[in-house]
């Protein structure tokens, strides 16, 4: 990439200007600065009617007085003369221009010589001439139009002359939140044993509050215990012309109906903390606008996406987006409808938690970090080459890896990001979670992933029998379940011996006693490694045995590589011919660890023939799984067969990991780059290169969906794929770190901080 980022730039309202398309345009900007950061440089043209002083963050590049012609010219030569800028977007709101129907913006768009894309706001159906003209000019200038919802979509094809390949639908976005209880944030709050009803945004007559207060008295006589927050300050422009004139006619209808107990304004402008808290508490969301033509709402979708169960008058956006398992749709300002749909979901809590659950599902497709993704797959297009198209990598957080650790070990499952005890804990689920927390010490030297490492080796010893052999499943009472007796164990006990390789491969920033006890654990479960059937197992004991090897050579441990690897090349030959060139006669699951343990076998017993074989195996896989840029590993649905093409969706972050794992010691091996950038485009899928685009990482939580669907991710959050991400994103933070000139340290042990006694690990 060129050291100068192409730009573009953002036509809109901005904060500190309180509106909805200031909030909506500073929430996008961010999201697109997050994720796409090392592509594009955002940039703002902020909108203002007169010479207006604003203390604006510096992403504004540009201050626009709308009123002045002169500052409108100035504006579009600076911009037109800035070889950097690759495009332009417009939020398009029609007050935000002067003229009718904010005509003057046609004028800045006539000077505009670079690519125009323009988000509506609103589209009004039935449009007069005038209006038709002004809005079908904006359409010509624009290369695509954005509207947020498929209503507005249909009412541009119908009521103006627009090519349906120029109509681009992105939601609007909202935030994403972690699932939370209620009852905790009442509590913060002040509001425990308390029903609450809600609604927010910036005051004003078109809310129509007063249809809510007016249902309270019905609401009360069947839930004494609702309390309605009223959040948001006014309106700043009803408030230059009016004062607060409509607020205090809303607190004069509050006490002629006497409701002041269950009523409370909250009259300030809430952090945005502070505002999903408020809305996670809530138990039915009230939305009253009395607006017609409202075509998106901004407070109504994050609502929705904070998992709130909405009752909400019919406007587009409410029509499109709720169903009788989200919500209820009732007329414009009728009390009575209001009242009787909200007393009815008051009265059935497993139905408003059954609304909440599908609420969030619902709305994750709407998150930032996604709308972010179809944004700069617009922008793209304006690069000189898509090669220059970029994620940027969020922070690193072993927060959620830490919250599915108990005293014993990782939790196996997660329901949504809350961790589920009754899911017990697995050998696999430990094993990849040591191997990880060492590769985050390896890099940062945090002396708390010691102490992450101990529980997780302490949990493997836990799990390895007398003859050797490790069981696989711990019940959340530290018991052996009865799983173990009837379930092939085979590739977990061959993790369980990757996980201790690994362990004994990173000697020097790891405690002596810690790589003492892995060493003899190996050395209990030498006389089983030889006698493996699983392709996968073997592979697994390769790779455990090939990092032993790194600091202690062992012949025996020489001789079981050289049989198990060889025992993997007959295999290939038995199955490949033709043009499958496989281990087997199908590809399933961690398919890219058998081409790694051929290479890394071959570099220990220095066989040409076997990484020969690595590579056409690898480069054989390669050919099934990437296709168009992406990534698409074999689903679990169904098994990839000869002569077959591969099952559609049913994505796993395992199969992604352990595919990012080999492509790196290929490229570590080979020197060839090819496998570096498959491996990037890999990792990508994490953030939202998929079939979907959508991201599979929550950077909120920490943790990582468990899988990718036709039409949906899986939003639970458990230790596979948690752990499995961050040996990923840990992969690539070493290649930027190299980039940077900024090699991994590896410290003598006596330098690393932590004192001894944090370390000393019982072991039955």
């Given at each position: 990439m060129n050291q100068q980022k192409k730009k573009i730039v953002f036509f809109t309202s901005y904060p500190p200007r309180e509106c909805g398309i200031a909030t909506f345009s500073l929430d996008l900007i961010s999201a697109l600065s997050r994720q796409f950061g090392e592509t594009f440089q955002i940039e703002v043209c902020a909108l203002d009617n007169g010479k207006v002083e604003r203390n604006y963050p510096e992403e504004v590049s540009y201050q626009l007085d709308v009123t002045d012609p002169e500052d409108v010219e100035d504006v579009a030569n600076d911009i037109?003369?800035?070889?950097?800028?690759?495009?332009?977007?417009?939020?398009?709101?029609?007050?935000?221009?002067?003229?009718?129907?904010?005509?003057?913006?046609?004028?800045?768009?006539?000077?505009?010589?670079?690519?125009?894309?323009?988000?509506?706001?609103?589209?009004?159906?039935?449009?007069?001439?005038?209006?038709?003209?002004?809005?079908?000019?904006?359409?010509?200038?624009?290369?695509?139009?954005?509207?947020?919802?498929?209503?507005?979509?249909?009412?541009?094809?119908?009521?103006?002359?627009?090519?349906?390949?120029?109509?681009?639908?992105?939601?609007?976005?909202?935030?994403?939140?972690?699932?939370?209880?209620p009852e905790s944030l009442k509590e913060k709050y002040d509001l425990s044993g308390h029903l609450i009803l809600s609604t927010f945004g910036l005051l004003g007559p078109n809310k129509s509050i007063e249809t809510t207060l007016k249902a309270l008295p019905d609401i009360i006589a069947s839930h004494p215990s609702v309390k309605f927050l009223v959040l948001g300050k006014t309106h700043p422009e009803?408030?230059?012309?009016?004062?607060?004139?409509?607020?205090?006619?809303?607190?004069?209808?509050?006490?002629?109906?006497?409701?002041?107990?269950?009523?409370?304004?909250?009259?300030?402008?809430?952090?945005?903390?502070?505002?999903?808290?408020?809305?996670?508490?809530?138990?039915?969301?009230?939305?009253?606008?009395?607006?017609?033509?409202?075509?998106?709402?901004?407070?109504?979708?994050?609502?929705?996406?904070?998992?709130?169960?909405?009752?909400?008058?019919?406007?587009?956006?409410?029509?499109?987006?709720?169903?009788?398992?989200?919500?209820?749709?009732?007329?414009?300002?009728?009390?009575?409808?209001?009242?009787?749909?909200?007393?009815?979901?008051?009265?059935?809590?497993?139905?408003?938690?059954?609304?909440?659950?599908?609420?969030?599902?619902?709305?994750?497709?709407?998150?930032?970090?996604?709308v972010a993704i179809q944004y700069a797959d617009l922008f793209k297009k304006c690069l000189p080459s898509e090669d220059q198209f970029e994620y940027s990598y969020p922070n690193i957080s072993l927060q959620h890896l830490k919250r599915m650790t108990t005293d014993e070990g990782i939790l196996q499952f997660s329901s949504l990001g809350i961790p589920d005890l009754s899911s017990g804990f697995t050998l696999d689920d430990n094993a990849r979670a040591m191997i990880g927390t060492i590769m985050h010490y390896s890099q940062f030297q945090n002396p708390e992933d010691l102490i992450l490492i101990e529980k997780y080796f302490t949990f493997i010893k836990y799990c390895q029998k007398p003859n050797g052999r490790f069981n696989n499943y711990v019940d959340i009472y530290g018991e052996f379940h009865k799983q173990n007796h009837y379930t092939n164990l085979e590739d977990?006990?061959?993790?369980?011996?990757?996980?201790?390789?690994?362990?004994?491969?990173?000697?020097?920033?790891?405690?002596?006693?810690?790589?003492?006890?892995?060493?003899?654990?190996?050395?209990?479960?030498?006389?089983?490694?030889?006698?493996?059937?699983?392709?996968?197992?073997?592979?697994?004991?390769?790779?455990?045995?090939?990092?032993?090897?790194?600091?202690?050579?062992?012949?025996?441990?020489?001789?079981?590589?050289?049989?198990?690897?060889?025992?993997?090349?007959?295999?290939?030959?038995?199955?490949?011919?033709?043009?499958?060139?496989?281990?087997?006669?199908?590809?399933?699951?961690?398919?890219?660890?058998?081409?790694?343990?051929?290479?890394?076998?071959?570099?220990?017993?220095?066989?040409?023939?076997?990484?020969a074989v690595a590579i056409k195996s690898l480069d054989f896989l390669i050919s099934k799984i990437f296709k168009k840029g992406k990534i698409k590993v074999i689903s679990n649905r169904g098994w990839m067969h000869k002569g077959e093409e591969n099952t559609h969706y049913g994505e796993q972050p395992i199969d992604v990991a352990y595919t990012i794992l080999a492509l790196d010691n290929f490229y570590r091996i080979s020197g060839d780059k090819k496998y570096k950038d498959y491996l990037k485009t890999a990792f990508e899928w994490f953030l939202g290169n998929n079939h979907l685009n959508q991201i599979i990482y929550n950077p909120i939580s920490g943790g990582c969906y468990d899988g990718l669907e036709e039409d949906h991710p899986n939003l639970n959050e458990g230790a596979e794929s948690t752990v499995c991400y961050l040996m990923s994103r840990l992969i690539m933070e070493s290649y930027k770190r190299k980039a940077a000139d900024r090699p991994v340290r590896y410290l003598p042990f006596k330098n690393h901080g932590v004192k001894q006694k944090l370390l000393t690990i019982k072991v039955s």
């Open positions: 037109n003369e800035d070889g950097y800028i690759v495009g332009v977007c417009f939020q398009h709101e029609f007050g935000l221009f002067i003229g009718k129907y904010g005509q003057s913006l046609l004028d800045l768009l006539g000077q505009l010589k670079k690519p125009i894309y323009t988000t509506f706001h609103t589209v009004l159906p039935s449009p007069n001439k005038e209006l038709k003209k002004v809005v079908e000019k904006i359409i010509s200038k624009s290369q695509k139009v954005v509207v947020m919802t498929k209503n507005a979509s249909n009412v541009l094809g119908k009521f103006y002359r627009i090519s349906k390949k120029k109509v681009v639908v992105i939601p609007h976005g909202t935030h994403l939140v972690n699932w939370k209880k009803l408030v230059k012309r009016d004062g607060e004139t409509y607020r205090s006619k809303l607190k004069r209808l509050v006490k002629k109906l006497g409701i002041e107990e269950h009523v409370l304004f909250i009259n300030k402008y809430l952090s945005l903390d502070e505002l999903l808290e408020y809305l996670q508490m809530t138990d039915v969301y009230l939305f009253t606008s009395k607006d017609p033509n409202q075509a998106v709402s901004g407070t109504f979708a994050y609502a929705l996406s904070c998992a709130c169960p909405i009752v909400s008058t019919p406007i587009p956006h409410a029509l499109e987006m709720l169903d009788e398992n989200v919500g209820r749709i009732i007329d414009f300002e009728d009390h009575t409808q209001l009242a009787n749909e909200t007393n009815e979901l008051l009265s059935s809590h497993n139905k408003r938690v059954e609304m909440s659950l599908n609420a969030f599902h619902k709305t994750r497709i709407t998150v930032w970090e996604n977990s006990n061959g993790r369980a011996v990757w996980a201790l390789g690994y362990l004994v491969a990173n000697h020097k920033v790891l405690p002596h006693d810690l790589v003492t006890k892995a060493i003899i654990a190996l050395s209990q479960a030498a006389d089983w490694m030889i006698r493996v059937k699983s392709p996968r197992s073997m592979a697994f004991v390769i790779k455990g045995l090939y990092y032993h090897h790194q600091y202690l050579k062992n012949q025996t441990f020489t001789e079981i590589v050289e049989s198990l690897s060889n025992r993997l090349i007959q295999h290939y030959q038995d199955q490949s011919h033709d043009d499958w060139y496989w281990f087997e006669g199908y590809l399933t699951y961690a398919n890219s660890v058998l081409p790694e343990a051929l290479m890394l076998s071959s570099e220990l017993i220095k066989n040409d023939h076997k990484k």
